[in-house]
C-alpha cells in the first residue's frame, strides 16, 4: 500500500497569484496523476505526472495554467498560476503503484481564491 | 474515451437496509475496476479493486460485482449504517492507467 501526504491541506489565495501544491508518497508509485474537483462535480484528471520529464496533460488542461514536476518516484508538485476564482476546487494527487492496481489518493489541498 | 455513469445519483435510505449502487462505463476493455468512497472535502478512500478475471470483490459488509460483457458494476451494501453516508464513485480503467471517473452515488443512511 501506499499513504500520500498533499501540502498545504488548504489555502486562500489572492486573484492573480500561484500556488504550489506539494505530494509525498512514502513508497515508490510507478505513476502519479493530478485530479481537481469543482464544487458539486465529481473528479476530472489535470494531468499525469512523468519521472523526469514534462506532464501528460489532458484536454482542457496546459502547462502554463498547472505547471507540474515529478523529480522521483515518491514526489511531485503542481502549480495553480495566475489563479482566477474559478480555481477554486479540491486538488487531489493519487499514486499507482507497479502492476496497475489499487491508486492511492492523497487527502487534497482545498483551495479558495478571492 | 472512457464514459462512465452511476445510477442512482443520490440515494437516502433508513439505518439497516441493504442497497446496490450501479456503475456502467462503455469501454469493456479493462483490467480492473475500483470503487471508491468519498466524504465531504476530502479525498477518495479505495474500497474494493476488482481484477478482470474475477466477478465478486467482498469486504465487510461491501460486495462488489463486475460484468465487463455488459459494462456494469454494482456495490452492494449490506446493512447500512449512517457511517456509510458519503459519495461512492466507480472508475475503471482504460489502457495506460488513467482513470476516469462518473459523477458518483451521494448516499445518505438515516439514522
Known amino acids: 500500500s501506499a499513504v500520500i501526504s498533499q501540502k498545504p491541506s488548504r489555502d486562500i489565495c489572492q486573484r492573480g497569484t500561484s500556488l504550489t501544491i506539494q505530494c509525498q508518497v512514502d513508497?515508490?508509485?510507478?505513476?502519479m496523476f493530478w485530479y481537481r474537483q469543482q464544487p458539486g462535480q465529481s473528479l476530472t484528471l489535470i494531468a499525469t505526472a512523468n519521472q523526469g520529464s514534462e506532464a501528460t496533460y489532458e484536454s482542457g488542461f496546459v502547462i502554463d495554467k498547472f505547471p507540474i514536476s515529478r523529480p522521483n518516484l515518491t514526489f511531485s508538485t503542481l502549480t495553480v498560476s495566475n489563479m482566477s476564482p474559478e480555481d477554486s476546487s479540491i486538488y487531489l494527487c493519487?499514486?499507482?503503484?507497479?502492476?496497475?492496481?489499487?491508486?492511492?489518493f492523497g487527502p487534497g489541498t482545498r483551495l479558495t481564491v478571492l | 474515451k472512457q464514459e462512465v455513469t452511476q445510477i442512482p445519483a443520490a440515494l437516502s435510505v433508513p439505518e439497516g437496509e441493504n442497497l446496490v449502487l450501479n456503475c456502467s462505463f462503455t469501454?469493456?476493455?479493462?483490467?480492473?475496476l475500483q470503487w471508491f468512497r468519498q466524504d465531504p472535502g476530502k479525498g477518495l478512500t479505495s474500497l474494493l479493486l476488482i481484477q478482470s478475471s474475477q466477478r465478486e470483490q467482498t469486504s465487510g459488509r461491501l460486495n462488489a460485482s463486475l460484468d465487463k460483457s455488459s459494462g456494469r458494476s454494482t456495490l452492494y451494501i449490506a446493512a447500512s449504517q449512517p457511517g456509510d453516508s458519503a459519495t461512492y464513485l466507480c472508475a475503471p480503467p482504460p489502457h495506460g492507467n488513467q482513470f476516469y471517473f462518473g459523477t458518483g452515488t451521494s448516499l445518505t443512511v438515516i439514522p
Open positions: 493519487s499514486g499507482l503503484q507497479g502492476g496497475g492496481d489499487t491508486q492511492y
Open positions: 469501454d469493456s476493455a479493462i483490467y480492473n
Open positions: 513508497s515508490q508509485v510507478t505513476m
